[in-house]
C-alpha cells in the first residue's frame, strides 16, 4: 500500500511559477513509476507528465512539455513538478499517482494509487 501527499499548488498570476511535491509512504517508492495528472472543472482528468522508476525516462503531454519538469528523488520519497511559464489554461486539480508498472505510463488505468490532489489556480 502507497499514501499519496501532494503540496506546493496555490495561486499565481499567468507566466509564474510553482512546484508541486508528492511525499509517498512505505519503503518501496523506488520501485513505482510515478505520474502528475490533472482535471479542470468540467473536463476529463488528463495525463502531464510521468518518470520511470529509476528516472531515467520521463514523458511529458505535448500541452506542457517545455514549460514543466518531472523529478524524483528516492531517498526522500518525492516526486516533484516544476511548473514555469503558467498559462490559465493550467488551472486545475493536480494529483500524483503511482504504479507497479514501468510501461504505459501515461495512461491513467495504468496506476494503482492516486493521491487526493493540490489546487492551481492561475490567474490571467
Known amino acids: 500500500q502507497v499514501q499519496l501527499v501532494e503540496s506546493g499548488g496555490g495561486l499565481v498570476q499567468a507566466g509564474g511559477s510553482l512546484r508541486l511535491s508528492c511525499a509517498a509512504s512505505?519503503?518501496?517508492?523506488?520501485?513505482?513509476?510515478m505520474g502528475w495528472f490533472r482535471q479542470a472543472p468540467g473536463k476529463e482528468r488528463e495525463f502531464v507528465s510521468a518518470?520511470?522508476?529509476?528516472?531515467?525516462?520521463?514523458y511529458y503531454a505535448d500541452s506542457v512539455k517545455g514549460r514543466f519538469t518531472i523529478s524524483r528523488d528516492n531517498a526522500k520519497n518525492t516526486v516533484y513538478l516544476q511548473m514555469n511559464s503558467l498559462k490559465p489554461e493550467d488551472t486545475a486539480v493536480y494529483y500524483c499517482?503511482?504504479?507497479?508498472?514501468?510501461?504505459?505510463?501515461?495512461?491513467?488505468?495504468?496506476?494503482?494509487?492516486w493521491g487526493q490532489g493540490t489546487q492551481v489556480t492561475v490567474s490571467s
Open positions: 499517482a503511482a504504479t507497479y508498472s514501468d510501461s504505459g505510463l501515461i495512461a491513467r488505468g495504468s496506476y494503482n494509487y
Open positions: 518518470i520511470s522508476w529509476r528516472g531515467s525516462r520521463l
Open positions: 512505505g519503503r518501496t517508492f523506488s520501485s513505482y513509476a
